[in-house]
């Protein structure tokens, strides 16, 4: 069965520009969350889609944002990229509200 | 708000002994659980072990067990007979039951010694 799988797997942007992140949960999963880990510091809480809705979202500017389709996959758009914005981006996805969240490998964006 | 604190940011075992990675929180939540992942130099973060708050008995998942202080708000991985493919970033995490979201530690870079 296919893990979590998140694209692309690298991704070099300019500030100013937008940046789009995708992540296809393991089927059957309907929890989709995104963490943010940037260099030396550790995982920080960006947003939770839970059946097509965003359920929480950490402390981050309206400049991060995502959606997640019908079929549970999600997306997350990060608007006006800053050089602060350079980092791992991670996605889990979990069954329900209190399962164990399974990890992608991460999409590493930089900007310079 | 749920806050976790991991004091060590760097430790070093040698191959086949013990060592102990320290993590305390905080919740106001009396229902929640702990995790301890495991983020090698491959990047994917892996679960370790998991513990419900409201079991007495501390998790244990072959080399690995915990020692969860509920009153300390205390969660310790004891890694038992350290092997070098332990060698890797160990977060530990709380999870609220009512909010679900994780809220992740600094981590603990361990170095494992042959």
């Known amino acids: 069965e296919a893990g979590v799988t998140q694209s692309p797997t690298h991704l070099i942007k300019t500030r100013g520009q937008q940046a789009t992140l995708r992540c296809s949960p393991i089927?059957?999963?309907?929890?989709v969350y995104w963490y943010q880990q940037a260099l030396g510091l550790g995982l920080q809480f960006l947003l939770w889609y839970d059946e097509g809705e965003e359920r929480n979202r950490g402390n981050f500017p309206p400049r991060f944002s995502g959606r997640q389709f019908p079929n549970y996959s999600s997306e997350l758009n990060v608007n006006a990229l800053e050089l602060e914005d350079s980092a791992l981006y991670l996605c889990?996805?979990?069954?329900?509200?209190?399962?164990?969240?399974?990890f992608g490998e991460g999409s590493r964006l930089t900007v310079l | 708000a749920q806050t976790v604190t991991q004091s060590q940011p760097e430790m070093s075992v040698q191959e086949a002994e013990t060592v102990t990675l320290s993590c305390t929180y905080d919740?106001?939540?009396?229902?929640?659980?702990l995790f301890w992942y495991k983020q090698p130099p491959s990047r994917q973060m892996i679960l370790v072990i998991r513990?419900?708050?409201?079991?007495?008995q501390n998790a244990t998942e072959n080399r690995f067990s915990v020692n969860f202080q509920k009153a300390a708000k205390s969660f310790s991985l004891k890694i038992s007979d350290s092997q070098l493919g332990d060698a890797a970033m160990y977060f530990c995490a709380c999870q609220e039951t009512s909010g679900s979201r994780l809220t992740f530690g600094e981590g603990t870079q361990l170095t494992v010694n042959p």
């Open positions: 513990q419900e708050a409201y079991k007495q």
């Open positions: 889990a996805s979990s069954f329900g509200w209190s399962g164990e969240l399974f």
């Open positions: 919740t106001s939540e009396s229902d929640y659980y």
């Open positions: 089927s059957g999963h309907t929890s």
